[in-house]
């Protein structure tokens, strides 16, 4: 049974930095890309980060700059690492291979104050 779990996020001002964690099981982790996803209220859920199983990333055009994504494929965990956060970023922050497969975690709440 494929399984994320995140964690990391909460409550920062603008201009703060946060830190979130991804445990896969489930998956042939070190074969897939992963990708870190968000859903705003009132969004839909969108493509934040992605990291090929080389470590080759990419971002979304306002993460570009700001946030960083990693993997440790001995933890089976992904990481994003956010830095000049923005209210904007506001959102649930979830994990997921890319493409996304059909299971979801909890996800994080992350909450950027003005």
């Known amino acids: 049974q494929v399984q994320f779990v995140e964690s990391g996020g909460g409550l920062v001002q603008s201009g703060g930095s946060l830190g979130l964690s991804c445990a896969a099981s489930?998956?042939?982790?070190?074969?897939?890309?992963m990708g870190w996803y968000r859903q705003a209220p009132g969004k839909q859920r969108e493509l934040v980060a992605r990291?090929?199983?080389?470590?080759?990333?990419n971002y979304e055009d306002s993460a570009k700059g700001r946030f960083f994504i990693s993997r440790d494929n001995a933890k089976n965990t992904v990481y994003l690492q956010m830095n000049s956060l923005k209210p904007e970023d506001t959102a649930v922050y979830y994990c997921?291979?890319?493409?996304?497969?059909?299971?979801w975690g909890q996800g994080t709440q992350v909450t950027v104050s003005a």
């Open positions: 990291i090929r199983p080389g470590s080759a990333t």
């Open positions: 997921n291979t890319h493409p996304s497969g059909d299971s």
């Open positions: 489930g998956v042939n982790f070190r074969f897939y890309s």
